[in-house]
Structure formats: C-alpha cells, structure tokens
C-alpha cells in the first residue's frame, strides 16, 4: 500500500480510485484494498514473490467431507458461504496486506446493520470507519484524512481527531456517504466477495486449524488485479459453510483476511456531537 505522507504517483492512482471519476474515496476494503493494494506495487516494482500462506496444509484424510467429495460445484459453494455470511449475525475480520515496502492493517467488526472498520497504515497512520443506524462516521489522523478519505491538507487538520458523520447523499472533502458505508455490514461484505468465474475449488486443506475448501476465481469487475494475481475465499467444509479465510496474492505481495468470532454480541453506538459532513462545504468549518 502506499504511505500517504509521500505518496507515489502510480500507487495513488490505483489505491485511491473509487470510481474513473473519482480518485480520492476511501477503498472498500474486502476486496478492493486487497486486489488493488498488489496492483499498486506492481505497478511500481519488479521483484519480490508470494508463495502459500501460513498455517495452511493439505487436511488430513480423516477430515470431514468436503464440498469436492461431495460433487458440490464451485458457484454453490461460494453462493452457501456468502448467504452464510449475510446470515451473520456478526462477524469480525482481521486483514493484513503486505508489500515489499507497506503493511496496511485492517480490524473489522460487522453486524447487519452496523459495523466498525480500524485501519493502520504503516504503523502511524489510523483511520475509523463507523456505521450505525444508517448513517456513516469517520475519523482519523491528518495523514488518514487526506490519504484515505481526500480531504485537503487544510480541512484535515481543522477535523483531526473529530467525528464527521455522512447521511445519504453526503459528500465532503474526496469521500461520500457510499465510500464511507461500504464494506463495513455484512450484507456489503458479502457483496465484495461475490468472486467472478471461472470459478475452481481447490483440494481440501486446513486453515488456521480448521478443514476448509477454497473457491479460486476472479475478483468483481471494477477490481483490476495485478498481473498473476490469485484471489480464494477459503470456506469451512464441516459445519456451517463459514468464510474462514479471504486472500489474494501477487508476485509482489500478499493480503489475508481471517474470519472469526462468529454471533459475537457487538455494542456499537455513534458518537457524540459529530461534525456534520455537509457542513464541511463551507469556509471556515471546524
């Protein structure tokens, strides 16, 4: 990922774009900051590899039935994980993407009508997403606000550190009420991991302890991958069909995100006294 304090050019194009007409809107994390985070260093370097990811093996034959014992196509198995995903009723995420040169951080608790991103870039850039009743909230460090959220260098230290809430339609400094709200329930998890064929199942493994089957494909259009990229959600093949385990990798770089700590009880309320973000629109607010 890139460090927004001394951004390269071709990082920023990739890592901040939303959309071909705006550059500036906070990535959707699940997929988005994964894919596009590989994309931006392979735009920029030329070496580096990715090989399998930690504490994955091949499972052991006395593990349950699996989705390709079972003849159950790849489409039917991403299908079950996502409406499994959607059924909730909470989740949290943990992710991590890696480069030669930039570790981006993400902590991540989704309900379905609300949730809660933390992101850490680099170690000392932080930002917090926010979304209850409807309404989306943001804050975050000078260097946050104006790498992720596009905020003018002059507006973002007059809101360091201050909630800014979006209501439908708001927009202020790069970023919007969608790009603030998106990624953060379940329902929109969901839908940023509703992969692209051809869709494969791997061979049976073992993730983080637990018997897992992979659907490999593409990511959703919109969601240029570098080349030989490689994107697998990792589903529980016992029990419920869980997401366990979401990566995409890249010769020079690798993102995971590690689903756990399922129906959790989530205690998530807004805050107090924000700024509101269409207020941001005029001179001299803060």
Same mark, same amino acid.
């Given at each position: 990922m890139v460090s927004y304090?001394?951004? /390269?050019?071709?990082?920023?194009?990739?890592i901040h774009s939303m959309s071909t007409t705006s550059r500036r809107h906070r990535p959707r994390w699940v997929i988005l900051v994964a894919v596009a985070a590989l994309a931006a260093v392979t735009a920029c370097t030329s070496g580096g590899s990715s090989t399998g990811a930690k504490g994955t093996r091949p499972a052991q034959p006395s593990a349950a039935t699996s989705a390709? +014992?079972?003849?159950?196509?790849?489409?039917?198995?991403?299908?079950?994980?996502?409406?499994?995903?959607?059924?909730?009723?909470?989740?949290?995420?943990?992710?991590v993407t890696r480069s030669?040169?930039?570790?981006?951080?993400?902590?991540?608790?989704? +309900?379905? /009508?609300?949730?809660?991103?933390v992101f850490t870039v680099d170690g000392n850039e932080h930002a917090t997403v926010l979304v209850v009743g409807?309404?989306?909230?943001?804050?975050?460090?000078?260097?946050?606000?104006?790498?992720?959220?596009?905020?003018?260098?002059? $507006?973002?230290?007059?809101?360091?550190?201050?909630?800014i809430s979006f209501h439908p339609g708001d927009s202020a400094?790069?970023?919007?009420?969608?790009?603030?709200?998106?990624?953060?329930?379940?329902?929109?998890?969901?839908? +940023?991991?509703?992969?692209?064929?051809? $869709?494969?199942?791997?061979?049976?493994?073992?993730?983080?302890?637990?018997?897992?089957?992979?659907?490999?494909? /593409?990511?959703?259009?919109?969601?240029g991958q570098p080349p030989g990229a490689t994107v697998t959600l990792y589903v529980a093949s016992t029990g419920h069909p869980l997401p366990v385990t979401f990566q995409a990798k890249a010769a020079v770089g690798k993102a995971t995100i590690r689903f756990s700590r399922w129906g959790e009880a989530l205690?998530?309320?807004?805050?107090?006294n924000p700024i509101p973000a269409a207020s941001l629109s005029s001179p001299g607010v803060a």
């Amino acid at each position: 990922m890139v460090s927004y304090s001394r951004p /390269d050019p071709a990082e920023s194009r990739i890592i901040h774009s939303m959309s071909t007409t705006s550059r500036r809107h906070r990535p959707r994390w699940v997929i988005l900051v994964a894919v596009a985070a590989l994309a931006a260093v392979t735009a920029c370097t030329s070496g580096g590899s990715s090989t399998g990811a930690k504490g994955t093996r091949p499972a052991q034959p006395s593990a349950a039935t699996s989705a390709t +014992e079972s003849g159950q196509p790849a489409s039917a198995m991403l299908a079950s994980a996502l409406a499994a995903l959607r059924a909730g009723p909470s989740v949290h995420l943990h992710g991590v993407t890696r480069s030669s040169s930039h570790v981006v951080v993400l902590s991540q608790d989704s +309900e379905a /009508d609300a949730g809660r991103q933390v992101f850490t870039v680099d170690g000392n850039e932080h930002a917090t997403v926010l979304v209850v009743g409807g309404v989306g909230y943001i804050k975050g460090d000078a260097a946050a606000l104006t790498g992720f959220f596009g905020f003018p260098a002059a $507006l973002a230290t007059r809101v360091v550190g201050r909630w800014i809430s979006f209501h439908p339609g708001d927009s202020a400094g790069g970023t919007n009420y969608q790009a603030v709200t998106l990624g953060v329930t379940l329902a929109s998890v969901a839908d +940023e991991l509703r992969l692209t064929g051809p $869709l494969t199942l791997t061979a049976p493994m073992v993730v983080a302890g637990q018997p897992v089957v992979g659907v490999h494909g /593409d990511a959703p259009v919109g969601h240029g991958q570098p080349p030989g990229a490689t994107v697998t959600l990792y589903v529980a093949s016992t029990g419920h069909p869980l997401p366990v385990t979401f990566q995409a990798k890249a010769a020079v770089g690798k993102a995971t995100i590690r689903f756990s700590r399922w129906g959790e009880a989530l205690h998530l309320t807004a805050p107090p006294n924000p700024i509101p973000a269409a207020s941001l629109s005029s001179p001299g607010v803060a």
